[in-house]
C-alpha cells in the first residue's frame, strides 16, 4: 500500500511555524499544521509556494529538512522527509530518518506528552482479550459488506447533490468528493478496520473540556453530528443494547472516551469518522458521507448486536439475564409513540437516551460527555447572547446618562405566562403583514397585541427575546440582496420565528435548522435582480401561506417546505445554467477567434515582418488568406494538414519570388489558392482582382522583377503580459497594476457588487475569464450577460470603488443578517458612548480622538475653538431645567450651523463647546458665532433670556504634540477670554520657553533619518492573562522612547504623534522591528520568563510596501525567532489598503506571527477593521478602560467591546490598568488580558535578561 494513503498513528494537529530546506541552499518558511510517527502535512505561503514550484521544476527531491525550534527556543530541530503529495499552499511529507527527540519537542509544543499514546487499552484478563476479540472479527465481519454497499451509495449520492447544487463551486465539490469516495474506497475501509480491531479505547487528552468554548466550529460541527448519529443508534437498538452493556460490565469491559458502551454504535462511528478525516473533505461532502452512513450502516446494525450478545452467552457471561426489571419504564412509554428524533430539530443540549439506569453505570464518563456538550451548547448560543447582551448595555448605558426607556405596556401589569403568549402570536401569526411603505415592525405587532388584553404584560426574558427578533428582521429587510419579493415573504415569518426563538434561543446557531433553511431559499427566490415567473410566485405565496396558517410548534411543516422550495430553486438553477453556458459558448468562440488571429499574426511575421516581399502575397492575404488560416485554426488546430499547406503557400510564393526557378509545382499552387479562396467567397470564386494580381506576378517575364512592398517588423516580446504590455505607456499604469493583479486573483462563481448607480447597486457574477486574463465577462441571477470589460477597464473600476468583489454574497441570508444585526446594536452603542445625548454633539473623549487624528493627518491648518456660555446659569435657575435642556440645544444648532462639513463640534462640559475651523478666518468666524449666539432670542414662561459666550483660539503649534496638549492650551485661552468680560474672544499666548523646547524636539523628530546614530530608547511593559483559558502566556510590549538634546526623554504618546505627523514612523518602525530580531537572536532570553514580545506597527507604515517587504524577509530569515513576535497595530485608520494589508497579515500567520488591533472603540471603522483584518487580539482604547471601574458608560462599552470580541473569535487586551478596582471590574466583563502600571510600569529591555 502506498505509505501516503495511511498512516498507522493518529495524526496531531499543532501550529509550528517552521522552514522546509533544500540540498541548494533553499530555505523558506513554513508552518507544521500536523504530524505523526511518520510524517507531516506543512502549509506554507503563495510567495514560499512559488518558490518551491521553481525548485522542484524538475521533480520532487527525494529528501528535503523540515527545521523548526523548541518550544524554550534554545534548540533546533530537524526532520529529514520525503515529499509525497502536494496540494495548493500546502504539502505532505513522510519522514526519512527517525528523530524521535523532534516528535517529542512538537508533543511538548502542542502541549502533549513527549510519546504517542496508544491507540487502544490493554484487555485485563485472557477471558477478556478472548471476548473482545472474537467480538471484533464479528464486528469487521459484519461491517465490511455494509461498507462497500455504503461507499458505492456514496459516490451515488455526492453526483446526484452534485447536480442540484446551489453553485458551480459546490458541485464541484461534490464531484470532487465522489472521485474521492470511489478511489479511495478500500483505504477507508482499512483504516475502519483497524480502528475496529482493537474496541478498547483510551482516554483523548487532545482537548480539554475547558477550552471547548473555543473549539474550531467545523470541529465542533463534525463532533455534534457524530454524536447525535450514535445517540440515535443507541435509542433505536436500545433493546439489544443494554443486555450487551450489562454482559460488559460484568466483564469490567470499559473504555475512557465517555461513551457508554465500548461495542456499541459510536465504534462504528468513530471509526468512519477516523477513515474520512484524512480525505479533507468540505463541510457539505461530509455531511452527504455521514447520512449515507448512518442509513445503510448505522440503521443496519441490530443482527450484529445479537451476535455479540450470543458470543457473550456462549462464554457464560449472564445468560439467564432478566430485563424486565430494567425495561419496565420503557414499555411504558412505548404506549405513547414519539416522533423520531431529529437532529435539525434538536436543542443544543445532550440529547437523553432512553435507557434504564444501570445503563449509566459509568457515571464519570457519562457526566463528562454531558459536560462537553453543554460547552458546546453554551458557545452555540452566542450570537443570541450577544445580541441580548449588547441590548442591555445600551439601555444600562442610556440610563446611566439619565434616559429610561418608556414601557409600553403597564408596569404593574401581570406577565403574560407563556401559553397565553403562544395563543396571542397564533392569533398574530395569521395575519398578514401591512405592505407599505413603513409596515409596524414585529415589536409593535406583538405589543399591539399584548396591549388588547387588559393588565397583561411581557415578562423581561420575552421583552428581551421579542427585541432580539424584531431587529433580526429589521437587518433582514435591510439585506442589499433581498428584492421586494423575498422582504415581503420573508415578513410573513416574523411570528413562527419569533415563536421558535421563544422555545428555542438556539436557533441563532442551529445551522441545521430547517426553519433557517426556509429562510435562506426564500432569500435566493426573492434575490434582488432575480425574476420569477408567476408559477414559481403562486407556489412560492402558498407555502408561505401554509406556514402562517399550520405552523404552531411542531418545526416538521418546514421540513416540508424545504424539500418544495429545493425544486424551485432547481428549476431556477436550471434556467441560470442554461443561460450561463450560452454565454461562455459566446465567449470561448469570441476567444478562440482571438486566439487564431494571434496564431496566424505569429505564423506570418515569423516569415514577412520586416520584409521587402511581393505585393501579390500581401494582397493575398488581405483578400480572405488571413481569415482562410484564422478559420482553419479555430476548427482543425494548428497540428492539422490543412493548416501546414495554407502556411506552404506563403512559404511557396515567397520561394517563387526570390527565385522564379525554384521549383514550385505553379498549377497545384494556383489550384490549392483557388479553392481555399472559394471556400470562403460567397459566389464560390475568389475575386477577379486578386486572380489578376496573382497572375501578375507568376506569369511574367524572368527578367522583370515583381512589385515589393516593406512590411513593418514585428513588435519586439518583451516578456510582459501582453495587456499589461498594451497599457505600459498608461500614465497611470504604475498605480493600476496593484489593481490589475488584484482583478487577476477573481475567480469564477465570484461575485462583484456593481456601483455605477450607488442608490441601486447591482450584484453580478463572473462567469468567464480569458485565458490571458485580458477579459471577463459577468452574468446577472438569470444569467445574462450585462458586463464585459478588459482588464485594464476593470481594474480602473475596481480601484474608484464602482465593482467592488463581495465576498460575503453567498453567505446564507440568516448568518449575514445575525452579523448585520451584531453590528447595529454595537454601532448604535458606540453612538452613546461618543456622543452627547442631550444635543447629538461629539463628547469630549471623542473630540479629544479627532484632535488627535488632526495633529497625526495634518489635512489642513485648523485652529481648535473652546467656547464657554455666559448667562446660561440664570436662565437654567429661574426657567428651569427643561427650558435649559431646549436651551442648550438650540445652541448645538447654532454651532453646527456654522461648522463647515466633516469639522467636529463638541460639548465638553456642561455649557463648553469645541470645535475646529480652517486657521485662515478663526477669529472671523468666532466673532460670526458670538453674534449668532447673542442675537438668538431664548423665550420660556413668557421671559426673554440672552446668553453670550467667550471664546479661546489656539491654532496647531509645534509645541502642541497631543490632544490633551491642545485642549489645555485651549483653556487658558478661554480663561484669558473670560477674564476679559462676555462677549470677548482671546488668541493663545504659548510660554517661550516650553515653546522654544516644544520646536527643537520636534525638529529632532522631524530630521530623524538613521535611529541607530540617534539617542533611541527600547523600554517594555508586561501583559498578562487574566484567566486560565487565555491563549497566550505572559507578553512584553515594546514601548519605544527618545531622548531630546538636553537629555530629557521624549516619551510614549509625544514620541509617536511627532513621528507620525513628520513622516517618520516608517523610519522608526523599520528599526524597531530589525532591532529586536537581532535582540531575541543574540539575548536568547528564557522563553519562560519572555514568552513573547508585541511591536507597534502604525497604520502608516503599512501602507509602505517597502516596509512590509522588509518585515516579511526579516522574519523569513533562518533561525528568526517568529514565535516570539506578534504585531499591534495602531492607527488603523491610516490604512489607505486594507485588503493588501489583510494578505500581508495572513502571510505573515502562516509563518506564526500573531497580530493586534489597537485602539478598539476609538472611532466608528473600530467594527469594520475587526472583520476585515486577520486580528487575533483586540486592545480596548485605554479612554475606555481608565474609568471603567467608576463609569457606568465606560463600563457599558467596555463589556460591549468584550461581547463583540469573543463573537467574533478575538481575545481582548486592556490597556492602562492603574487601580485593583479597575483589574477586578475587567476580570468581571470577561477581558482575557491587562496592561498598565498597576500590572507593571515600564522597565528597560535589557532588564529581562
Given amino acids: 500500500m502506498d505509505p501516503k494513503e495511511r498512516r498507522s498513528s493518529t495524526r496531531q494537529p499543532i501550529k509550528l511555524a517552521a522552514r522546509i530546506e533544500t540540498d541548494d541552499g533553499l530555505s523558506l518558511p513554513c508552518r507544521i499544521a500536523d504530524f505523526c510517527a511518520e510524517g507531516l502535512f506543512i502549509r506554507y505561503s503563495s510567495d514560499t509556494s512559488v518558490k518551491l514550484d521553481r525548485a522542484f521544476v524538475g521533480g520532487m527531491p527525494e529528501e528535503l529538512v523540515v527545521r523548526f525550534r523548541s518550544a524554550d527556543g534554545k534548540r533546533s530541530h530537524e526532520l529529514y522527509a520525503k515529499p509525497v503529495r502536494r496540494i495548493d499552499g500546502a504539502m505532505g511529507v513522510q519522514l526519512t530518518r527517525p528523530n524521535p527527540q523532534a516528535l517529542d519537542a512538537m508533543l511538548q509544543w502542542c502541549g502533549g506528552q513527549v510519546s504517542q499514546r496508544p491507540s487502544s487499552l490493554k484487555a485485563p484478563s485472557e477471558q477478556v482479550q478472548f471476548v473482545l476479540r472474537q467480538s471484533s472479527r464479528a464486528i469487521i465481519r459484519f461491517v465490511e459488506p455494509l461498507m462497500a454497499k455504503c461507499c458505492a451509495r456514496t459516490v451515488e449520492a455526492l453526483r446526484e447533490s452534485a447536480l442540484q447544487a446551489g453553485s458551480n463551486q459546490l458541485a464541484n465539490e461534490y464531484m470532487d468528493g465522489s472521485g474521492l469516495i470511489k478511489s479511495r474506497q478500500k483505504v477507508i475501509w482499512r483504516t475502519m478496520a483497524s480502528y475496529l480491531e482493537a474496541p478498547l479505547k483510551p482516554e483523548q487528552k487532545g482537548v480539554a473540556p475547558s477550552s471547548l468554548s473555543v473549539v474550531d466550529k467545523n470541529e465542533f460541527e463534525d463532533w455534534l453530528a457524530v454524536r447525535v448519529m450514535v445517540t440515535r443508534a443507541d435509542t433505536r437498538f436500545r433493546g439489544e443494547l443494554l443486555p450487551l452493556k450489562l454482559r460488559l460490565d460484568e466483564l469490567a469491559i470499559a473504555n475512557r472516551t465517555g461513551h457508554h458502551n465500548p461495542l456499541g454504535p459510536a465504534l462504528v462511528c468513530e471509526a468512519f469518522h477516523q477513515a474520512l478525516a484524512p480525505l479533507r473533505v468540505s463541510r457539505e461532502v461530509e455531511k452527504v458521507c455521514l447520512k449515507v ?135 398574530l401569526q395569521t395575519i398578514t403583514p401591512s405592505a407599505s411603505a413603513s409596515p409596524e415592525s414585529l415589536r409593535e405587532r406583538v405589543l399591539g397585541k399584548i396591549r388588547e388584553q387588559q393588565n397583561l404584560r411581557l415578562d423581561d426574558e420575552q421583552q428581551e427575546t421579542l427585541d432580539v427578533v424584531d431587529r433580526f428582521f429589521k437587518s433582514v429587510v435591510e439585506s442589499p440582496k433581498l428584492g421586494e419579493f423575498g422582504q415581503s415573504r420573508l415578513r410573513q415569518l416574523e411570528v413562527p420565528v419569533l415563536k421558535v426563538v421563544m422555545h428555542n434561543p438556539a436557533f441563532f446557531e442551529d445551522k441545521d435548522s430547517p426553519v433557517r433553511a426556509v429562510m435562506n431559499r426564500l432569500a435566493q427566490l426573492g434575490v434582488k435582480g432575480g425574476r420569477l415567473n408567476p408559477v414559481v410566485q403562486r407556489r ?74 511581393p505585393k501579390a502575397i500581401i494582397s493575398l492575404l488581405d483578400s480572405g488568406w488571413r481569415d482562410l488560416m484564422s478559420l482553419t485554426w479555430i476548427r482543425q488546430g494548428p497540428d492539422s494538414q490543412l493548416w501546414q499547406h495554407y502556411l506552404a503557400v506563403i512559404d511557396s510564393l515567397l520561394a517563387f519570388g526570390e527565385d522564379p526557378d525554384s521549383g514550385v509545382n505553379l498549377p497545384e499552387l494556383l489550384r490549392l489558392i483557388q479553392d481555399g479562396l472559394a471556400s470562403i467567397s460567397s459566389n464560390h470564386l475568389p475575386s477577379s482582382q486578386i486572380r489578376e494580381e496573382l497572375k501578375r506576378f507568376l506569369v511574367r517575364q524572368p527578367d522583370s522583377a515583381p512589385e515589393m512592398v516593406q512590411v513593418p517588423a514585428a513588435r519586439p516580446d518583451t516578456g510582459q503580459d501582453p495587456v499589461t ?95 448585520r444585526m451584531v453590528r447595529s446594536v454595537y454601532d448604535q452603542l458606540s453612538w452613546v458612548s461618543t456622543h452627547d445625548e442631550l444635543t447629538g454633539l461629539l ?113 496647531e503649534l509645534p509645541a502642541l504634540v497631543s490632544a490633551d496638549r491642545w485642549l489645555r492650551a485651549s483653556e487658558r485661552a478661554l480663561y484669558n477670554a473670560r477674564k476679559q468680560g462676555p462677549g470677548k474672544v482671546s488668541p493663545y499666548a504659548p510660554d517661550s520657553d516650553d515653546q522654544g523646547r516644544q520646536e527643537q524636539i520636534a525638529a529632532r523628530v522631524a530630521g530623524l533619518n538613521d535611529p541607530n546614530n540617534e539617542s533611541m530608547l527600547l523600554r517594555c511593559q508586561k501583559i498578562i492573562p487574566l484567566h486560565s483559558q487565555a491563549r497566550l502566556p505572559t507578553q512584553y510590549e515594546i514601548l519605544i522612547s527618545m531622548y531630546d538634546d538636553s537629555g530629557g526623554m521624549i516619551t510614549g504618546q509625544d514620541f509617536i504623534n511627532m513621528a507620525e505627523r513628520y513622516d517618520r514612523m516608517q523610519v522608526v518602525d523599520r528599526w524597531v522591528v530589525g532591532h529586536m530580531l537581532d535582540w531575541l537572536r543574540e539575548k536568547a532570553p528564557d522563553a519562560g520568563q519572555v514568552a513573547g514580545v508585541c511591536i507597534n506597527l502604525s497604520g502608516h507604515s503599512l501602507n509602505d510596501q517597502g516596509l512590509l517587504e522588509f518585515v516579511y524577509e526579516k522574519l523569513s530569515q533562518k533561525d528568526a525567532p517568529i514565535e516570539r513576535l506578534w504585531f499591534e497595530v495602531t492607527e488603523a485608520s491610516a490604512i489607505q489598503d486594507v485588503q493588501a494589508v489583510a494578505e500581508f497579515m495572513a502571510e505573515m500567520q502562516e509563518l506564526g506571527c500573531r497580530f493586534c488591533l489597537a485602539n478598539f472603540g476609538s472611532g466608528p471603522g473600530s467594527f469594520e477593521f475587526m472583520r476585515e483584518l486577520p486580528v487575533d487580539m483586540i486592545k480596548i482604547d485605554s479612554a475606555f478602560t481608565a474609568g471603567v471601574d467608576s463609569s457606568e458608560t465606560d463600563r457599558a462599552m467596555v463589556k460591549s467591546m468584550v461581547d463583540m470580541a469573543h463573537y467574533m473569535n478575538r481575545e481582548v487586551i486592556a490597556a492602562k490598568v492603574e487601580s485593583r478596582t479597575v483589574l477586578d471590574t475587567l476580570k468581571q466583563l470577561g477581558v482575557d488580558y491587562a496592561q498598565g502600571f498597576l500590572i507593571e510600569k515600564p522597565k528597560s529591555l535589557d532588564s529581562l535578561v
Fill in 725 to 819: 504590455e498594451r497599457f505600459s505607456d498608461d500614465p497611470d499604469q504604475r498605480s493600476l497594476q496593484r489593481w490589475m493583479n488584484r482583478a487577476r486573483q477573481l475567480r469564477t462563481g465570484d461575485w462583484l457588487r456593481d456601483q455605477t448607480r450607488p442608490d441601486e447597486p447591482q450584484y453580478v457574477r463572473l462567469v468567464w475569464v480569458a485565458r490571458s486574463f485580458s477579459r471577463f465577462v459577468f452574468v446577472n441571477h438569470q444569467g445574462m450577460r450585462v458586463v464585459e470589460l478588459e482588464l485594464p477597464e476593470l481594474a480602473r473600476q475596481m480601484r474608484k470603488g464602482i465593482i467592488v468583489p463581495d465576498t460575503q454574497y453567498d453567505r446564507p441570508l440568516v448568518d449575514e443578517s445575525i452579523d
Fill in 843 to 955: 463628547n469630549r473623549r471623542e473630540f479629544e480622538r479627532m484632535v488627535e487624528q488632526q495633529l497625526v493627518h495634518h489635512e489642513d491648518n485648523r485652529t481648535l475653538l473652546h467656547l464657554d456660555l455666559r448667562g446660561f446659569r440664570l436662565l437654567s435657575d429661574t426657567a428651569g431645567y427643561q427650558a435649559a435642556d431646549q436651551a442648550l440645544k438650540r445652541v448645538a444648532d447654532i454651532l453646527k450651523g456654522h461648522t463647515a462639513d466633516g469639522m467636529p463640534v463638541a460639548r465638553l462640559a456642561d455649557t463648553e463647546f469645541g470645535m475646529l475651523v480652517p486657521s485662515e478666518h478663526d477669529e472671523l468666524q468666532a466673532r460670526q458665532l458670538l453674534q449668532a449666539l447673542e442675537a438668538e432670542k431664548f423665550t420660556f414662561n413668557g421671559r426673554d433670556y440672552q446668553l453670550s459666550a467667550n471664546i479661546g483660539l489656539v491654532p
Fill in 293 to 427: 452512513f448512518e442509513d445503510t450502516v448505522i440503521n443496519e446494525l441490530e443482527p450484529l448486536y445479537q451476535e455479540l450478545n450470543s458470543i457473550l452467552v456462549r462464554q457464560g457471561v449472564l445468560p439467564d439475564l432478566d430485563l424486565s426489571r430494567y425495561l419496565s419504564d420503557q414499555v411504558r412509554s412505548a404506549e405513547k409513540p414519539a416522533p423520531p428524533a431529529k437532529a435539525t430539530e434538536a436543542p443544543p443540549v445532550e440529547p437523553e437516551p432512553s435507557s434504564p439506569a444501570p445503563q449509566a453505570s459509568p457515571a464519570r464518563a457519562n457526566q463528562r460527555a454531558g459536560t462537553d456538550f453543554r460547552g458546546y451548547a453554551r458557545a452555540a448560543q452566542t450570537a443570541f447572547s450577544t445580541v441580548r447582551n449588547l441590548l442591555g448595555t445600551l439601555q444600562a448605558s442610556r440610563q446611566a446618562q439619565g434616559e429610561n426607556d418608556v414601557s409600553p405596556l403597564p408596569a404593574n401589569a401581570r406577565p403574560v405566562s407563556p401559553s397565553e403568549l403562544q395563543a396571542q402570536l397564533q392569533q
Fill in 540 to 613: 412560492v405565496d402558498e407555502l408561505v401561506q401554509r406556514i402562517a396558517t399550520e405552523f404552531e410548534q411542531d418545526t416538521g411543516i418546514f421540513e416540508q417546505t424545504v424539500t418544495e422550495l429545493d425544486t424551485l430553486i432547481d428549476r431556477q438553477n436550471l434556467v441560470y445554467r442554461r443561460n450561463v453556458e450560452r454565454v461562455t459558448a459566446a465567449a470561448e468562440g469570441a476567444q478562440k477567434v482571438a486566439d487564431s488571429k494571434a496564431a496566424v499574426a505569429e505564423a506570418l511575421d515569423s516569415r514577412l515582418a520586416g520584409k521587402m516581399v
